[in-house]
Nanobody
């Protein structure tokens, strides 16, 4: 079993930056792909970014490409999401995800609010 705990959310003005962290425990996630998703009020959860186990492959939603950067530190069992040039439409609860084959785990989420 893998437990994921996100942190780093908060209130920021448009144009600002935040860095989210997701720490995994229970077992090492160095072989897992890791990702970030978000869910805004009244909307479905949507994909934001994902990173392969090695960090060599990264994919982003078009809406965040060029503004967000996903990275990982396998020694710390941690994945990060650096967010820059934030927009009010980035306001959402951000969830960390770890997946390997049929196994998938989710964190509880961290709130990001971007004021205009």
């Amino acid at each position: 079993q893998v437990q994921l705990v996100e942190s780093g959310g908060g209130l920021v003005q448009a144009g600002g930056s935040l860095r989210l962290s997701c720490v995994a425990s229970g077992r090492t996630v160095s072989s897992y792909s890791m990702g970030w998703f978000r869910q805004a009020p009244g909307k479905e959860r949507e994909f934001v970014a994902t990173i392969s186990w090695s960090g060599d492959n990264r994919y982003y939603a078009d809406s965040v490409k060029g503004r967000f950067t996903i990275s990982r530190d396998n020694a710390k069992n941690t994945v990060y999401l650096q967010m820059a040039s934030l927009k009010p439409e980035d306001t959402a609860v951000y969830y960390c995800n770890a997946h390997l084959g049929p196994s998938a785990y989710w964190g509880q989420g961290t709130q990001v609010t971007v004021s205009s």
